[in-house]
């Protein structure tokens, strides 16, 4: 059976933009994977009245239901009052829910005679006949329970809560509710965007019923997920096989992994299998290459170190770009682009070393070159390869595909790909 959800999302703050609803981006990833559709997003302050409304919408029009928010021991956190009354079930107390809040409260203030004060005990109070989850990363559990065709599942708020619960309690709760199992495929294209992706696979994406073939876009790249249901995991996967095949055969080296997090994720493990080192120079970048590759475990192994030459002096002094290139051609040019990672690789000591050198914005720079042209290179012993690129948008989206592409070089050199 197919099923649909509706996220409602419960909390004034969210409504005042004092915080982003980054549990709505988590559930439906997640969501998503499980091949539960969801159709609806809805966000709703700390207000009994709207919230009453926004479940009675979405019950509806949903047969899973999932709240974030509202749990706390607070009097705004009123979730679980106004859900048991609109499916017509009492709130209980549960003392094995009490007794859990109680360690985990002591575990987090253990000095002599601090308690946890009364009003947190409301925690413990759950729907009738609901299936508690239990909460290892906070004092607020969660629960779900059916009722009238309709399953709810809460969780809290906070997203250090509630990523982990859902995957930890309600992923199998949710998982019984159909019969088979959901498996997925994650193949991760950089070089191509969305809308020329989609392009190529409408037919194909409009004719697949399972498995089903669906492309996000993220920051200048593009994630195609193919997902499927069969009665156990080898069969699931045989469905997704052919469909992977023909994917990798229409965009061939524009993959450039299955189910992995990110370019720099590939090319770490690249990295670390060859034995090898890697630097970097940056300029518009303003060290994103080194954060982005840092934010890795286990980059210590292969990373060697960065250097942020925002000015010419820097270019030239440390990294040791001639003077002459910068006067000819500009910071924003090939040859210093070139420079630069020959640079890079000199003075750090590692076998390869990128660069980016570029106009990121807001304004055109001083030679007259416009925003979102970006010179990325890569040097290795005995060559040295730069490729220029003229990223649309803001700012931020320009650094962001400037260092993407720099994890790109990488990857396909280490390959054996064409840069």
């Known amino acids: 059976m197919s099923h649909t959800a509706e996220l409602i999302a419960v909390g004034t703050e969210l409504l005042l933009g004092n915080i982003a609803n980054t549990d709505a981006q988590t559930l439906s990833k997640e969501l998503s994977a499980l091949g539960i559709n969801v159709f609806y997003h809805t966000v709703v302050g700390?207000?009994?009245?709207?919230?009453?409304?926004?479940?009675?919408?979405?019950?509806?029009?949903?047969?899973?239901?999932?709240?974030?928010?509202?749990?706390?021991?607070?009097?705004?956190?009123?979730?679980?009052?106004?859900?048991?009354?609109?499916?017509?079930?009492?709130?209980v107390y549960n003392p094995e829910a009490a007794q859990r809040m109680e360690a985990y409260f002591q575990k987090l203030h253990p000095e002599a005679g601090q308690k946890m004060t009364e009003n947190n005990y409301q925690q413990a109070y759950l729907p009738e006949g609901c299936t508690p989850f239990q909460n290892d990363w906070g004092t607020a559990p969660g629960c779900g329970f059916e009722a009238g065709g309709v399953h709810v599942v809460m969780l809290p708020g906070p997203p250090s809560e509630c990523g982990p619960m859902f995957r930890a309690r309600a992923v199998p709760y949710l998982r019984d509710l159909t019969d088979g199992v959901i498996a997925s495929r994650s193949l991760r294209i950089f070089g191509m965007g969305e809308s020329a992706v989609e392009h190529q696979l409408r037919e194909q994406m409009n004719s697949l019923q399972n498995p089903t073939l669906a492309p996000y876009a993220k920051e200048g790249e593009v994630e195609l997920r193919i997902?499927?249901?069969?009665?156990?995991?080898?069969?699931?996967?045989?469905?997704?096989?052919?469909?992977?095949?023909?994917?990798?055969?229409?965009?061939?080296?524009?993959?450039?992994?299955?189910?992995?997090?990110?370019?720099?994720s590939v090319c770490l493990s690249l990295l670390r299998e060859q034995g090898l080192t890697?630097?970097?120079?940056?300029?518009?970048?303003?060290?994103?290459?080194?954060?982005?590759f840092t934010d890795l475990s286990g980059a210590s192994a292969a990373f060697r170190g960065g250097v942020v030459s925002y000015t010419n002096e820097v270019k030239h002094c440390v990294l040791g770009v001639p003077q002459d290139l910068l006067d000819q051609y500009g910071a924003v040019s090939e040859p210093v682009a070139r420079a630069m990672a020959e640079g890079a690789r000199r003075a750090l000591g590692a076998d390869l070393a990128v660069s980016a050198t570029g106009v990121a914005g807001p304004d055109a720079d001083d030679r007259g070159n416009p925003v979102g042209l970006v010179y990325v290179a890569l040097a290795w012993e005995g060559g040295v390869h730069v490729r220029a690129i003229h990223a649309a948008g803001p700012r931020e989206r320009v650094r962001t595909v400037a260092a993407s592409h720099a994890f790109d070089l990488v990857r396909r050199r280490l390959t054996g790909l064409d840069l």
């Open 46 to 91: 700390d207000n009994p009245d709207r919230l009453r409304q926004a479940v009675d919408i979405a019950k509806g029009r949903a047969d899973i239901l999932i709240t974030t928010g509202g749990l706390g021991p607070t009097c705004d956190d009123l979730t679980k009052n106004v859900l048991a009354e609109a499916f017509g079930k009492k709130l």
């Open 227 to 264: 997902t499927a249901k069969a009665e156990d995991d080898h069969a699931a996967q045989a469905l997704i096989a052919p469909v992977e095949r023909e994917l990798r055969e229409r965009f061939g080296p524009l993959i450039y992994g299955a189910d992995v997090p990110s370019l720099e």
């Open 278 to 292: 890697l630097s970097a120079a940056e300029s518009c970048t303003g060290g994103l290459i080194a954060k982005r």
